[in-house]
Protein backbone atom coordinates (compact mmCIF):
# COMPACT_ATOMS: atom_id res chain seq x y z
CA UNK A 1 0.00 0.00 0.00
CA UNK A 2 0.96 3.21 -0.39
CA UNK A 3 3.16 5.04 2.46
CA UNK A 4 2.64 8.57 3.82
CA UNK A 5 2.75 11.36 1.45
CA UNK A 6 3.73 14.70 2.22
CA UNK A 7 3.68 17.87 -0.35
CA UNK A 8 5.69 19.98 -1.45
CA UNK A 9 9.27 18.23 -1.02
CA UNK A 10 11.33 21.26 -0.97
CA UNK A 11 10.01 25.52 -0.33
CA UNK A 12 11.69 28.20 0.05
CA UNK A 13 9.37 31.49 1.52
CA UNK A 14 10.28 34.81 2.48
CA UNK A 15 10.20 36.21 6.41
CA UNK A 16 6.77 37.26 7.00
CA UNK A 17 5.19 34.90 4.93
CA UNK A 18 2.92 31.86 5.69
CA UNK A 19 3.18 28.47 4.38
CA UNK A 20 0.72 25.09 4.36
CA UNK A 21 2.21 21.94 4.28
CA UNK A 22 0.11 18.56 3.50
CA UNK A 23 0.43 15.26 4.57
CA UNK A 24 -1.66 12.13 3.32
CA UNK A 25 -1.18 9.17 6.17
CA UNK A 26 -1.45 5.51 5.01
CA UNK A 27 -5.01 4.92 3.87
CA UNK A 28 -6.80 3.67 7.23
CA UNK A 29 -4.34 4.99 9.52
CA UNK A 30 -6.46 7.99 11.51
CA UNK A 31 -3.53 9.55 13.37
CA UNK A 32 -1.28 11.91 11.79
CA UNK A 33 1.44 13.49 13.56
CA UNK A 34 4.12 16.68 12.74
CA UNK A 35 7.59 17.03 13.62
CA UNK A 36 10.30 19.60 13.23
CA UNK A 37 13.72 18.62 12.91
CA UNK A 38 16.37 20.75 12.64
CA UNK A 39 20.29 20.19 13.23
CA UNK A 40 20.43 22.11 16.55
CA UNK A 41 16.69 20.90 18.11
CA UNK A 42 16.81 17.37 16.79
CA UNK A 43 13.16 16.29 16.03
CA UNK A 44 10.54 17.82 18.15
CA UNK A 45 6.82 17.12 18.33
CA UNK A 46 4.57 20.01 17.14
CA UNK A 47 0.96 18.21 17.26
CA UNK A 48 -1.18 15.28 16.47
CA UNK A 49 -4.46 14.96 15.40
CA UNK A 50 -7.22 11.93 15.40
CA UNK A 51 -10.05 11.77 14.15
CA UNK A 52 -10.39 15.92 13.03
CA UNK A 53 -9.28 16.65 16.64
CA UNK A 54 -6.37 17.82 18.01
CA UNK A 55 -5.06 15.17 20.68
CA UNK A 56 -1.51 16.25 21.59
CA UNK A 57 0.58 19.58 21.07
CA UNK A 58 4.39 20.34 21.53
CA UNK A 59 5.94 23.45 22.51
CA UNK A 60 5.83 25.50 19.70
CA UNK A 61 4.38 28.93 19.37
CA UNK A 62 0.55 29.70 17.95
CA UNK A 63 2.10 30.31 14.59
CA UNK A 64 1.90 27.07 14.35
CA UNK A 65 -1.47 24.99 13.79
CA UNK A 66 -2.80 22.15 12.01
CA UNK A 67 -5.97 20.71 10.89
CA UNK A 68 -7.28 17.12 10.07
CA UNK A 69 -9.80 16.10 7.55
CA UNK A 70 -12.39 13.42 7.30
CA UNK A 71 -10.23 11.50 4.80
CA UNK A 72 -6.96 12.01 7.67
CA UNK A 73 -5.29 14.28 5.72
CA UNK A 74 -3.87 16.69 7.61
CA UNK A 75 -2.21 20.30 6.93
CA UNK A 76 0.16 22.13 8.84
CA UNK A 77 0.22 25.58 8.67
CA UNK A 78 2.98 28.52 9.89
CA UNK A 79 2.10 32.18 9.75
CA UNK A 80 4.53 35.00 10.00
CA UNK A 81 7.49 32.69 8.84
CA UNK A 82 10.90 33.36 11.10
CA UNK A 83 14.28 32.37 10.30
CA UNK A 84 14.73 29.79 12.88
CA UNK A 85 11.74 28.30 11.26
CA UNK A 86 13.95 26.71 8.22
CA UNK A 87 13.51 23.10 9.45
CA UNK A 88 12.56 19.51 7.72
CA UNK A 89 9.01 19.12 8.57
CA UNK A 90 8.00 15.22 9.02
CA UNK A 91 4.10 14.14 9.01
CA UNK A 92 3.89 10.16 10.54
CA UNK A 93 1.09 8.20 10.91
CA UNK A 94 -0.39 5.04 12.79
CA UNK A 95 -3.48 3.43 13.36
CA UNK A 96 -4.39 3.62 16.45
CA UNK A 97 -4.42 6.89 18.98
CA UNK A 98 -1.59 6.34 21.27
CA UNK A 99 -0.62 2.89 22.72
CA UNK A 100 2.77 1.38 23.27
CA UNK A 101 2.78 -0.91 20.72
CA UNK A 102 1.94 1.25 17.60
CA UNK A 103 4.31 1.72 15.02
CA UNK A 104 4.65 5.21 13.23
CA UNK A 105 5.21 5.64 9.77
CA UNK A 106 7.20 8.86 8.25
CA UNK A 107 7.00 10.46 5.10
CA UNK A 108 10.07 11.79 3.44
CA UNK A 109 9.05 15.33 4.65
CA UNK A 110 8.99 18.94 3.54
CA UNK A 111 12.26 20.68 2.92
CA UNK A 112 11.29 24.53 4.41
CA UNK A 113 13.83 27.23 3.62
CA UNK A 114 12.96 30.52 5.10
CA UNK A 115 15.00 33.61 3.76
CA UNK B 1 8.57 11.01 31.00
CA UNK B 2 10.30 7.99 30.25
CA UNK B 3 13.78 9.89 28.82
CA UNK B 4 16.66 7.72 26.89
CA UNK B 5 20.41 7.91 26.91
CA UNK B 6 22.20 6.66 24.36
CA UNK B 7 26.13 6.63 22.54
CA UNK B 8 26.53 10.13 20.41
CA UNK B 9 28.05 8.14 18.12
CA UNK B 10 29.60 4.57 17.04
CA UNK B 11 32.16 3.12 14.30
CA UNK B 12 32.21 -0.16 12.91
CA UNK B 13 33.13 -2.12 10.11
CA UNK B 14 31.42 -4.01 7.25
CA UNK B 15 30.45 -7.69 8.28
CA UNK B 16 30.66 -6.80 12.05
CA UNK B 17 27.75 -7.23 14.33
CA UNK B 18 27.25 -3.61 16.04
CA UNK B 19 25.24 -3.43 19.59
CA UNK B 20 23.75 -0.26 20.41
CA UNK B 21 22.51 0.22 24.05
CA UNK B 22 20.25 2.80 25.48
CA UNK B 23 18.84 3.40 28.81
CA UNK B 24 15.75 4.06 30.22
CA UNK B 25 15.63 4.44 33.83
CA UNK B 26 12.19 5.48 34.91
CA UNK B 27 10.71 3.62 32.03
CA UNK B 28 6.74 2.93 32.61
CA UNK B 29 4.95 -0.46 33.36
CA UNK B 30 3.65 -0.08 29.93
CA UNK B 31 5.92 1.39 27.76
CA UNK B 32 7.16 -0.04 25.11
CA UNK B 33 10.82 0.08 24.00
CA UNK B 34 11.18 1.70 20.17
CA UNK B 35 13.96 1.85 17.76
CA UNK B 36 13.88 3.94 14.52
CA UNK B 37 16.45 4.77 11.60
CA UNK B 38 17.22 7.46 9.74
CA UNK B 39 18.79 8.52 6.83
CA UNK B 40 20.21 12.24 5.79
CA UNK B 41 17.01 14.34 4.29
CA UNK B 42 14.51 11.11 5.21
CA UNK B 43 12.30 10.51 7.84
CA UNK B 44 12.63 7.77 10.36
CA UNK B 45 12.10 4.18 9.88
CA UNK B 46 10.36 1.48 11.83
CA UNK B 47 13.58 -0.97 12.88
CA UNK B 48 12.14 -3.07 15.75
CA UNK B 49 9.98 -2.76 19.08
CA UNK B 50 9.62 -4.60 22.17
CA UNK B 51 8.42 -5.10 25.80
CA UNK B 52 10.73 -7.42 27.29
CA UNK B 53 13.20 -10.16 26.98
CA UNK B 54 13.49 -10.56 23.59
CA UNK B 55 12.61 -9.62 19.60
CA UNK B 56 14.22 -10.67 16.21
CA UNK B 57 12.82 -9.45 12.84
CA UNK B 58 14.65 -9.70 9.60
CA UNK B 59 17.05 -6.84 10.04
CA UNK B 60 17.33 -6.79 14.19
CA UNK B 61 17.20 -8.18 17.30
CA UNK B 62 16.37 -6.21 20.72
CA UNK B 63 17.21 -7.46 24.15
CA UNK B 64 15.54 -6.05 27.27
CA UNK B 65 16.60 -7.75 30.53
CA UNK B 66 14.27 -8.44 33.26
CA UNK B 67 14.24 -4.66 34.72
CA UNK B 68 13.59 -2.75 31.34
CA UNK B 69 15.97 -0.16 32.29
CA UNK B 70 17.98 -0.51 29.28
CA UNK B 71 18.40 -1.97 26.21
CA UNK B 72 19.89 -2.92 23.42
CA UNK B 73 19.88 -3.12 19.41
CA UNK B 74 21.70 -5.57 17.71
CA UNK B 75 22.32 -5.24 13.82
CA UNK B 76 24.12 -8.27 12.54
CA UNK B 77 26.63 -8.14 10.12
CA UNK B 78 26.34 -4.26 8.90
CA UNK B 79 26.62 -3.19 5.53
CA UNK B 80 27.73 0.56 4.02
CA UNK B 81 23.79 1.16 4.10
CA UNK B 82 23.46 0.84 7.97
CA UNK B 83 25.15 4.19 8.16
CA UNK B 84 22.72 6.86 9.83
CA UNK B 85 21.38 7.63 13.03
CA UNK B 86 19.19 5.39 15.46
CA UNK B 87 16.99 6.68 17.76
CA UNK B 88 15.92 4.77 20.91
CA UNK B 89 12.21 5.96 22.02
CA UNK B 90 10.04 4.88 25.00
CA UNK B 91 6.13 5.20 24.99
CA UNK B 92 3.84 6.25 22.33
CA UNK B 93 1.91 9.14 24.38
CA UNK B 94 -1.24 9.50 22.46
CA UNK B 95 0.88 9.40 19.30
CA UNK B 96 3.86 11.84 20.74
CA UNK B 97 7.10 10.26 19.77
CA UNK B 98 9.95 11.88 21.99
CA UNK B 99 13.39 11.46 20.13
CA UNK B 100 16.77 11.69 21.98
CA UNK B 101 19.86 12.89 20.33
CA UNK B 102 20.32 9.40 18.85
CA UNK B 103 23.75 7.07 17.95
CA UNK B 104 24.97 8.41 14.51
CA UNK B 105 26.31 5.03 13.24
CA UNK B 106 29.27 4.96 10.67
CA UNK B 107 29.62 1.57 8.64
CA UNK B 108 33.28 1.59 7.05
CA UNK B 109 34.46 -0.63 4.36
Known amino acids: KAGVTQTPRYLIKTRGQQVTLSCSPISGHRSVSWYQQTPGQGLQFLFE???????NKGNFPGRFSGRQFSNSRSEMNVSTLELGDSALYLC??????????????FGQGTRLTVV | LAKTTQPISMDSYEGQEVNITCSHNNIATNDYITWYQQFPSQGPRFIIQ???TKVTNEVASLFIPADRKSSTLSLPRVSLSDTAVYYCLVALQGGKLIFGQGTELSVKP
Open chain 2, 50 to 52: GYK
Open chain 1, 49 to 55: YFSETQR
Open chain 1, 92 to 105: ASSSLLGGGNTEAF
